[in-house]
Nanobody, 122 residues
Framework: VQLVESGGGLVQAGGSLRLSCATS????????MGWFRQSPGKGREFVAG????????HYEASLKGRFFISRDNAKNLVYLQMNSLKPEDTATYYC????????????????WGQGTQVIVFS
């Protein structure tokens, strides 16, 4: 099983980034997928989740309206579009997957990527 994030980098406050997560080794369309982030000195926090067929999604309340999660089941990819970025969005962003929605949102995922770093400067 592999989850490989990409698209992170250095961006000025107010800018946008789109993260991608390429997956392999499991039946992607059977899994709920999500994004988490961890800032230095803080615990890993839930960012957004999308269910197996893409019909339902859920966001950390403070990020709703700026961040958007989507998936392409034909390509085994999940995305996170991040707009109006702020310095406090600086973190390592992780892709994750689980067949159970509750476990996904709780961060108790079966599968995790290695993370991609996002740095937002003012």
């Amino acid at each position: 099983v592999q989850l490989v994030e990409s698209g992170g980098g250095l961006v000025q406050a107010g800018g946008s980034l789109r993260l991608s997560c390429a997956t392999s080794g499991f039946t992607f369309s059977d899994y709920n997928m999500g994004w988490f982030r961890q800032s230095p000195g803080k615990g890993r926090e839930f960012v957004a989740g999308i269910n197996w067929n893409g019909y339902n999604d859920h966001y950390e309340a403070s990020l709703k309206g700026r961040f958007f999660i989507s998936r392409d089941n034909a390509k085994n990819l999940v995305y996170l579009q991040m707009n109006s970025l702020k310095p406090e969005d600086t973190a390592t962003y992780y892709c994750a997957g689980d067949s159970n929605w509750g476990r996904l949102v709780a961060g108790m995922n079966e599968y995790w990527g290695q993370g991609t770093q996002v740095i937002v400067f003012s």
